[in-house]
Structure formats: C-alpha cells, structure tokens
C-alpha cells in the first residue's frame, strides 16, 4: 500500500510538473541536417543573394561569385527587365584557415520608393531577382526566427514564413551553424536565398558567428565579411551593433559577444543612439540581441546577467517596448519587465531561438514558473510582429506543427508611448541616458 501510495505522488509530481510545458502538444521528432548537391554555377553567377537596409531610402545588395573580376554592378528598376538605375558598390573576400572565400560583394541602391517593387540583376548578368522596399508609414510587419541552422525544420520555418505578409526578416543571432566549416555559409546563403533576396534580412551575430581559432583567426570574420549591415550609417564603429529605422519603429541591434560594459564603445554607441531616439517620429522602440536576459529554461541560464546589469539601466530609462532574443532552443514570452520582476513600464522580453537549427530543442524548464513568464514551450517556429499604428502592436507565435504553421500564443501589446510610461519616468531615470 504504501508502495503504491509513493508511486502515485510521483506520478502526480511528474504531471504537474510537465502541464506546464503543454501536455497537449505532441512534439514531432528532430529532422536531419540539410545536404547540398554540388550544383556548378558559372564563375561569374551571382549566388547567396541577400538584402538589407542601408539608411533611409535606400538597399544593399550583396551576393558572392567565383569570378574575382566579376564587377559590383546592381541595376535595377520598377518594371521586369527594364532597369533604369544602376549602382556599383565594394567587395571583399577571406580566407579561413585552408578555405578561400568567394568574392563579397556589397552594392547600396537608392533612394527608392517606399512599399515598391524593384526587379535587380547582379554583376550584369545571371537571374533576375525581385525586392520590395518596406512602407513609410503604419503598419509594418516584421518576420521574426533565430538560431535557424540547415536542417529539415529550417526549411520548413523558412516555408512558413515565406507565407507570411511581411515586410523585414529580424534574426537575433545564430546564422548558419558553420561552426568553422566555411562551405557551410555558402550553403546557407543559397538556402535563404529565395527569402532573403525579397524582403531585408536585419540580423545580429549569436555564438556560433564567432569562430575564433587563437593566432589564426579573428572572431567574427566570416560574419562581417558576408553579413554586412548599416553601422556605418548608423554610427557604429562594429558589424556587431546598429540601429535602423522603418515606418515609425526605431530597431537597435546589439551584440551579445562583444564588450558591453560602461567602459565599451558598444555601451557608449547605446546611450548616445537612445537619447537621440525622437518617440513622436518612432513610438515603437525594439531592441534584439542574442542571449536573453529572461529565461526560465535550464539551457544558458545566467549567460545574459553581464549584459543585463550593464544596459538593462539604459533600455528602462529609454523605454524600450519589446526586447527579442535567440540562444535559448525553445520560445517563451514575458509580460513587462525590469529588474527580475514585473514592471508596467518595462519591456516585453520575447525568446525565439526556434528557427530550425542541428542541436535540438531546449526542452527543460525551471519550476515553479516565474510569475513573470507567461508562455514558454519548446517547439520550432517564427515569430510574426505587426506594428498595426502608434499605439498598438500584434504579436504571434507559430509554431511548426508537424508541416503546418500554428498559432500558439498571440498578444495585442500597447506601446509604451502611448500609455504614460514615458510621462512617468523621473528626471534621476532620464539622467542615466544624459550623463556623458
């Protein structure tokens, strides 16, 4: 009897526990890493095509080729096949311990239309692709994923998001999962390719960009090299951190993998980018970087506690609305945040680090939840942030339901312009974003 009685509080121990990761959910099982056929391209045939803003008005286009003389021309147009403008840019290359890369190729185009479709051609020949530049105005639309890697779930979060009507990619670190094997980014950039060559891919680096090898190689080198954002346009001396600005949103994007104490150029960039941000041009104001600063799941814990003593300061003081992160294998969306508890006027801390990628799901979560996690599963999937006008924004979750894009946690989210937040915050807060 007494057997029995134990065995039955385990089992109720066990279900209370596990209700609160969605009993109802069957996981499917992980898919397998991606393989790409060798396809041989001519050496002048421009290939990993992808897109990102470059400051008001205006695109880069990058994409790499065999051919070292190949020229850095994008022209384009309004009409398919007719192109009007054109534009030459940069180039770049590296070599990674016996790899030698293709030649990097970075053209800025513009000033273009807003919510316009443009047709381009890289290089002067090749295949035509086809962007279209984000609206000026309400609403935008923002396509969220991190941690996506180049497995059969990358393929399948990249397919659901392709149905979705968005505007801007954002993805908070964790790209390819190269992990030093450097073919491994070329076959990235042709896996997203389709996407990322339409709409602007707005990304920050994650641990695996870094590969680091001590005398050989600097950290982040392949990143920069392939992944070139407007820093330079926003101010930043790094790749690793920027701003930019669509439709009444201002966007920071910070780096979880460099210096970001108060003695850093990242922090100084920060505070001087905040006190700069006008709220009646921009109301919403979003922050992304790679290792989240809330997190209930046993994967990372603790990792984010550096960067978060150092800026969370700064983001409550500015009034940041949303803060979105990766990392963390698993999805998990807070109420409004600051200091380790709930706040009004605090940020909405969101983890997306579900994209797809080869090391699985972080399934294990601590208990009791913490009052200020409100949803948290471990499932693949994206994120889809509509900013609907000055006031208010809908966010959704889908998660990758076997082949089929599920919405599984939304949330209707004020700004925190409009509720008063702004108003409230004393003249000690304010300071901290003043003080030289």
Request: include cysteine; charged fraction near 20%.
């Amino acid at each position: 009897m007494e057997t029995k009685l134990v065995l039955l509080v385990i089992l109720t121990v066990f279900l209370s526990i596990s209700a609160t990761v969605r009993t109802d959910y069957i996981r499917p099982q992980p898919r397998k890493t991606l393989h790409f056929p060798w396809n041989p391209k001519p050496p002048s045939h421009p290939q990993q095509v992808h897109i990102s803003l470059a400051g008001e008005k205006h695109m880069r286009i990058s994409w790499v080729t065999d051919d070292k003389s190949a020229p850095s021309i994008v022209e384009y147009g309004t009409s398919p096949g007719r192109y009007t403008s054109s534009a030459e840019g940069e180039t770049t290359s590296y070599s990674y311990l016996f790899y030698n890369s293709g030649k990097i190729h970075h053209t800025v185009i513009g000033p273009l239309e807003h919510d316009s479709v443009y047709f381009y051609r890289c290089g002067g020949q090749g295949p035509e692709f086809q962007l279209k530049s984000p609206p000026a105005q309400f609403p935008v639309t923002f396509a969220v994923a991190g941690d996506l890697g180049q497995t059969g779930w990358t393929k399948t979060t990249l397919d659901h998001i392709d149905q979705c009507k968005y505007d801007i990619h954002l993805l908070p670190g964790d790209l390819s999962y190269a992990d030093y094997m450097q073919h491994r980014w070329d076959t990235f950039g042709e896996l997203v390719q389709p996407l990322a060559s339409a709409r602007p891919w707005m990304v920050t680096e994650g641990n695996h960009e870094k590969e680091k090898i001590l005398l050989f190689t600097d950290a982040f080198e392949s990143y920069n090299a392939r992944w070139k954002m407007p820093s330079e346009e926003s101010g930043s001396t790094s790749n690793l951190y920027y701003f930019f600005e669509v439709a009444g949103v201002h966007v920071i994007m910070l780096g979880s993998y460099t210096d970001y104490d108060e003695l850093s150029d990242q922090y100084s960039w920060l505070k001087a980018d905040l006190s700069k941000v006008d709220r009646k041009k921009t109301p919403w104001l979003l922050v992304l970087f790679h290792v989240p600063w809330y997190n209930s799941n046993y994967a990372h814990q603790g990792e984010g506690d550096g960067m978060m003593a150092a800026m969370e300061p700064l983001l409550y003081a500015a009034g940041v609305d949303i803060v979105l992160a990766g990392h963390v294998h698993a999805y998990e969306r807070s109420k409004r945040v600051n200091n380790g508890k709930s706040d009004p006027c605090g940020a909405v801390h969101i983890t997306i680090g579900d994209g797809g990628n080869k090391e699985g799901l972080a399934q294990k979560y601590r208990h009791p939840q913490p009052e200020w996690s409100l949803f948290r599963e471990a499932s693949f999937g994206h994120g889809e942030l509509k900013i609907v006008n000055s006031t208010h924004a809908f966010w959704s979750w889908h998660r990758n339901d076997d082949d089929e894009p599920v919405r599984s946690d939304q949330v209707w989210i004020t700004s925190l312009f409009s509720s008063g937040c702004l108003a409230e915050k004393n003249y000690e807060l304010r300071k901290i974003l003043m003080a030289p």
